[in-house]
């Protein structure tokens, strides 16, 4: 159940009805659309205690709010997960206890997060991870969430446009685009590379006439056949066994 939820959870033709229901919804009825240059994007990172929802904590979350390329708002804050952060994850991001001892908690934080958002657009390298870690923890936590349910994923549109390119990860774009990013695995750093990619790839979409949000959010999605949706679920499958192995 777990992986077939994620891929309906990233297929925005399907709205999650709670109880493991899923209900289709019609393109059009999801999000106005507009021309790419209009839309207002919130480029979007999160730091956190581990890769596990319902169980991990935010540390620190950092957005840009962005249009036509330009920065026109930021969020930016640490957060004390009332929990221990691991020497891993402190060695990681530099982000130790002592550092988020006087940040707010998660409860002040995401629901300042979600009034930043309004009704813009959820971008993240790897949309996967962050869109669905925020939204599990806006579930645990029973506040209001996104207005707009829509979210964009640099790492996928990636994968597309630039297949020959086999690191597409931030540290790997930011060496193939020759960008100088400083305090990698900081939220704020990595949204500002996400929105540097995001930029880039806006600007070659338009040049293929992927010029509306409803194109872009069209081009991003996983066009599979059986045999290779049967090997995205069967690779799933092994990553949720493996997670939960390291939970352990």
């Known amino acids: 159940m777990g992986s077939l939820r994620e891929l309906l959870s990233i297929d925005k033709r399907f709205v999650d009805c709670s109880d493991n229901r899923w209900k ?6 999801l999000i106005d659309d507009k021309p790419l240059k209009e839309v207002t994007f919130v480029i979007t990172d999160i730091e956190t205690t581990g890769s ?5 904590r935010i540390i620190e979350i950092a957005a840009l709010k962005a249009r036509n390329g330009d920065i026109l ?3 930016e804050t640490l957060v004390n997960p009332h929990r221990n952060i691991s020497k891993q994850i402190a060695k990681l991001t530099k982000i130790t206890n002592s550092t988020v001892n006087d940040s707010p908690p998660i409860e002040e934080v995401l629901s300042s997060y979600i009034d930043f958002v309004d009704n813009g657009i959820f971008v993240a390298h ?3 991870f962050d869109f669905c870690f925020i939204n599990s923890e806006i579930r645990r936590l029973k506040i209001e969430g996104f207005k707009n349910q829509t979210d964009i994923c640099t790492y996928r549109i990636a994968r597309k446009l630039l297949p020959d390119v086999k ?3 931030i540290n790997g774009l930011s060496l193939y685009f020759d960008y100088p990013i400083k305090d990698r695995h900081r939220a704020m750093p990595d949204a500002l590379a996400t929105h540097f990619f995001l930029n880039i790839f806006l ?3 338009e040049s293929r006439g992927i010029d509306t949000l409803h194109k872009l959010i069209d081009f991003q999605k996983d066009k599979l056949g059986k045999s290779e949706l049967k090997k995205k679920l069967k690779k799933q499958r092994k990553k949720n066994r493996y997670s939960r192995f390291r939970a352990f």
Do not use: E, T
């Open 24 to 29: 289709c919804v019609p393109i059009g009825d």
């Open 52 to 56: 596990i929802r319902g169980k991990d």
């Open 73 to 75: 708002d930021r969020f």
């Open 126 to 128: 790897n949309s996967l």
């Open 167 to 169: 690191a597409r990860g």
């Open 203 to 205: 600007n070659q979409l």
